[in-house]
């Protein structure tokens, strides 16, 4: 049985203050002001939820001997440390050692399907062996895209437009995007909304410890 170790969440919050570009206008008698751009908070994102997200670490260093792979010394150190780090920064961190494939794929399908919408964020780090595209439990090897695809727009809505970051050892597809339409309300005094489309995989950033085919 795999171990699980949850930390606790914190009401602590990253500076929810939004990003404003702004140019300088030059009226009559030389005053100069600020003119914010329209579409500038559309180049950051809001962090100010009441939950900073959630954490998955999934931790494999043992496998078993059909995989031909050895064991992973070091690797506790490092999701020791990853658990340090996100929990210091307000998020809940949950770490699953020794997954098999079905174990990693089940629990992040879980969470995929989780209400986030209290939520700033996603993070999952997947500390296991890896192939291009591939990622290792320690019973066999899955496609790195079917974790990954779980959480796009399209599927995870209640994460769409926020960050997703995933830490991981292999490479990533280069599937065609289809888009997911989304609504943005004007938080001003009269209500307006504007819908538009993003890509199902925006707002995903991908961090690898080594380059292709290594």
Known sequence: MADTQNGAHTEDHTDA?????????NLKGGAVIEQASKFSHRFTYKMDYPEMGLCVIINNKNFHPSTR?????????DANRLYNTFKSLGYKVDVYNDQKCADIYGRLKKVSEDDHSKRSSFVCALLSHGEDGKLYGVDDYLPIKNLTNLFRGDRCKTLVGKPKLFFIQACRGTDLDPGVETVESDSGGERSEEIYRIPVEADFLYAYSTVPGI
């Open 17 to 25: 203050g939004p990003y404003i570009s702004s140019k300088n206008v």
């Open 69 to 77: 792979m050895g064991m992973r010394n070091g690797t506790d150190l």
